[in-house]
């Protein structure tokens, strides 16, 4: 009786970020799509199964900021593709991709009470607005007073 063992290198041990990150990956023709990246780490990513890829194909994926990184896919499970990294992002690399994470702030809507944020309500943070009489006022004022003074300097000379 004989046992086949197959050895590789499986490095899941860097700490993973759910993350929503756009990326072009390319298969092995060169062949671009689109993709979601879900799950980010140094040494590989997470997307949704992609068309015409498949487990031990050679990859590029292209992050925006970081630029083009070949991989390889790794696995294949309820829909997802698993992507190693053949050499990992630096730690500058993988802050500038998870540099854009943090949700925007909630838009309030006119009426609507203040949200608490670390204990300090969103109207004590909210920008000062003009209304909008004087945004109408402040634009055409902004568009006409340069042709006013166009028209003097004109005159003068």
């Known amino acids: 009786m004989s046992f086949v063992a197959k050895l590789y290198q499986d490095d899941r041990s860097a700490e993973r970020h759910p993350v ?3 990326g072009t990956l390319r298969n092995a023709r060169a062949e671009p ?35 083009l990184r070949s991989a390889s896919v ?27 994470l943090a949700p925007p702030e909630p ?23 003009l209304s909008p009489r004087m945004q109408v006022a402040a634009i055409t004022a902004a568009g006409v007073l340069p042709w006013l003074g166009f028209g003097l300097i004109w005159r003068l000379f």
Request: glycine share 12%; proline share 2%.
């Open 74 to 100: 790794q696995r294949e499970s309820d829909g997802q593709h698993g992507c190693q990294f053949f050499v990992p992002l630096n730690a500058s690399e993988l802050n500038f991709a998870l540099a854009g």
């Open 20 to 22: 929503l990150l756009d």
């Open 33 to 67: 799509q689109d993709v979601v990246i879900e799950d980010l780490s140094a040494t590989g990513f997470r997307t949704a199964k992609t068309a015409g890829i498949a487990v031990g194909d050679v990859i590029t994926l292209g992050i925006f900021g970081i630029g």
């Open 107 to 129: 838009a309030r809507l006119h009426g609507t009470a203040p949200v608490q944020q670390d204990g300090v309500h969103a109207a004590q943070q909210a920008e000062w607005k």
